[in-house]
């Protein structure tokens, strides 16, 4: 029988291995890109014809190629990134097959030119089809151009293939942004047709992202992301949650320098900022990430952009831990800002901000059901929002009506075992308006706390972190029995055991009701039979997230259960200790569910709704 195989030509190897690399111009833009910030090029310019039907042409200042180099790079396996197998799993540069060059000359027309440093003169490369055409000494500057015409003139299929310009276009744009966004001390410019389309001069990070999207509501406000672990190394920048919009093109994966996407990774991003966004809203984010080479497979295809990493669970987590602690540092700065020695200012909140805190780290140590224990930094931060106000001023002294309680707080901080509770020389005023509201100045203006809200936070901050352990109960002298509907009996079974930890016990009583036989300590002389309806009720509201978190709605439950509401009155002393307790949290301006607990009218608003007014009856005695 007569043989049949036969060895493939190079040119139609190579022409197969170009379905793979070369899929269109954006990825000729890639490659050669790539390929100027492997030389070390400190300037790239880009010249596109045609949306890169026409021409592709990549110009650096990079370290060029000697004249031997110039003709081996287009060959197969050509490189000079690797040397041996072993070399791909420690690999740092972009591309490392050697098969780019020898591609993309297989399916175009390609002209080189370029001179290496210490060479007078550069070397001019004519290649079409994969064959050399001309070879000769020019005159260039040191530095690699390659221009790349005609794109699969040779491979009409794929030429008709290809997408309008504009889409084309678009293509180009997002692989430049990849690597922009990785390279912000590389100048970037994108000429399209003769006209420059875009421009990115040498940068910082924060720099580069604000000037490739300048404009972009998400990009506004950004905060640091900053991690060292031994398993992953991790910075970069995410939004603020007031500068989220509803766009989804700016959200960048890096791992080592290479963008890559993962589904997986970006919810670690977006859970992140739970709570705090409404729905159809996102952050932008920019993060990078370094892992051992060894420890992921970029191996997988030339131009797909997943990777697989051996520590995935791992490093969700801890980018999951990042994020979230850098915006709950973020949103904890303006309200107490630990750093700063001078006088703390509350941000001014607006109806229209998405308030943004998450739970940040918690003390374990801190048992919120002893007294002594709300002694955290945080009432001690607080009082420094009294700082400098007008202690006696009028408006504040005096008889207010018969709702408001005037009263005067000593807010004392005798953290960390300090000599307890001198009464301090500041002295501030808390009333209470409509059993509603509770209103004490501050330095910025009239902060406002909805009772309810604050109270909501503070017990589920010491639930939350009593499901973890055990928490004081307080046995019912006459315990009750509850008859419950069989699921809501369903229900709360099946949460029971979470409910003991915080510190109510239900026990079995069988025939679908219940026997209420401890109270949490904290839930202060609340009727067992209606705290059970009440947190039943917001479980099944939130069954959903029952599930997917399981920590917080039940303890927000519970909170909401327990919490005192609107239409109570409270002393002074409950007050006070409502307010110091709030600020002793770790996210004392929103509500377990989301809403703002407090708000700050500034002295500004007054002034001009002052204004306005005094405008307005000049304006009717004229
Ligand atoms: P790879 O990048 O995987 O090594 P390529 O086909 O993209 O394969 O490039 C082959 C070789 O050509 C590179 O290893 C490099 O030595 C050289 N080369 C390509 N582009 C440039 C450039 N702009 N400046 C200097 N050398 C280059
Ligand atoms: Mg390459």
């Known amino acids: 029988m007569q043989n049949i195989i036969r060895l ?18 954006a990825s000729v833009v890639k490659e050669l890109v790539e390929n100027s910030i492997d030389a070390g090029a400190t300037s790239v310019s880009i010249v596109i014809k045609d949306a890169g039907r026409t021409l592709v042409q990549v ?26 197998a072993s070399d791909l799993f420690s690999l740092q540069s972009f591309g490392f097959r050697g098969e780019a060059l020898a591609s993309i000359v297989s399916v175009a027309e390609v002209e080189v030119k370029t001179r290496p440093a210490g060479d007078d003169a550069g070397t001019r490369l004519v290649i079409n089809g994969s064959e050399v055409q001309q070879q000769e000494p020019v005159s260039c500057p040191v530095g690699t151009s390659i221009a790349v015409k005609n794109l699969f003139y040779n491979i009409p299929a794929r030429r008709k293939f290809l997408k309008t310009d504009n889409t084309e276009f678009r293509c180009i744009e997002s692989e430049l942004k990849r690597i922009a966004l990785c390279h912000p001390e590389v100048s970037f410019t994108l000429w399209r047709d003769g006209g420059k389309e875009v421009e990115l001069p040498a940068a910082t990070l924060k720099q580069r992202i604000t000037a490739m999207f300048a404009g972009a509501k998400s990009v506004k406000g950004l905060i ?39 589904s997986y990774f970006r919810s670690a991003v977006l859970r992140a900022y739970e709570q705090l966004l409404p729905q159809g809203v996102y952050p932008a984010y920019f993060i990078y990430l370094e892992v051992n080479p060894a420890g992921i497979d970029v191996n997988i295809h030339p131009t797909k952009t997943e990777i697989k990493f051996e520590d995935e669970l791992v490093i969700w987590k801890i980018l999951h831990a990042a994020v979230r602690e850098s915006i709950g540092k973020y949103a904890l700065a303006p309200t107490l800002n630990f750093e700063t020695s001078g006088i703390i200012d509350i941000p001014v909140l607006r109806r229209d901000t998405v308030v943004s805190v998450p739970q940040v780290a918690v ?63 500041f002295q501030s005023r808390i009333f209470q308006l409509r059993a509603k509201y509770i209103l004490t100045p501050v330095k910025s203006g009239l902060m406002v706390i909805d009772q309810a809200r604050a109270h909501r936070r503070v017990l589920y901050e010491a639930l939350l972190q009593s499901i973890d352990g055990a928490s004081p109960a307080q046995q019912e002298l006459f315990p009750q029995a509850v008859r419950l509907s069989p699921s809501d009996y369903d229900l709360l079974l099946s949460v029971s055991g979470d409910l003991l930890r915080m510190g109510l016990e239900v026990r079995d009583f069988g025939n679908h009701t219940v026997v209420v036989q401890a109270m949490p300590a904290i839930a202060q002389a609340k ?96």
């Open 8 to 25: 493939l030509p190079d040119s139609v190897a190579n022409q197969i291995a170009a379905g793979e690399v070369v899929q269109r111009p």
């Open 527 to 622: 009727n067992a039979g209606e705290m059970l309806e009440e947190l039943l009720a917001m479980l099944k509201r939130d069954e959903k997230s029952l599930q997917d978190n399981h920590r917080h709605a039940l303890a927000s439950s519970m909170a909401a259960s327990m919490a005192i509401g609107a239409g109570k009155t409270l002393g002074e002393e409950e007050m006070r200790n409502l307010v110091e307790r709030l600020f002793a949290c770790s996210s004392p301006d929103v509500c377990p569910d989301g809403k703002p607990t407090l708000t700050v009218i500034s002295i500004d608003e007054l002034d001009k709704k002052l204004l306005k007014r005094e405008k307005s009856e000049q304006k009717t005695e004229n």
């Open 59 to 84: 110009v650096d200042n990079g370290r060029g190629m000697s004249e031997v180099d110039a003709r081996l790079a287009f060959e197969r396996h050509a490189t000079s990134k690797i040397r041996e």
């Open 224 to 262: 640091d992301v900053d991690t060292k672990t031994q398993v992953v190394a991790l910075h970069g920048f995410v939004s603020t949650p007031e500068s989220a919009s509803k766009e989804q093109d700016k959200q960048y994966l890096f791992v080592n320098g290479r963008y890559f996407q993962s």
């Open 363 to 425: 003390d374990p140590s801190y048992n919120p059901f002893r007294e002594e224990s709300k002694k955290t930094q945080g009432p001690r931060e607080w009082q420094k929002m009294y700082d400098g106000l007008a202690k006696d001023h009028p408006f504040f002294r005096g008889d207010q009506g018969e709702e408001s309680i005037i009263i005067t707080s000593k807010i004392n901080a005798d953290a960390e075992g300090e000599p307890a509770a001198e009464p301090t020389a």
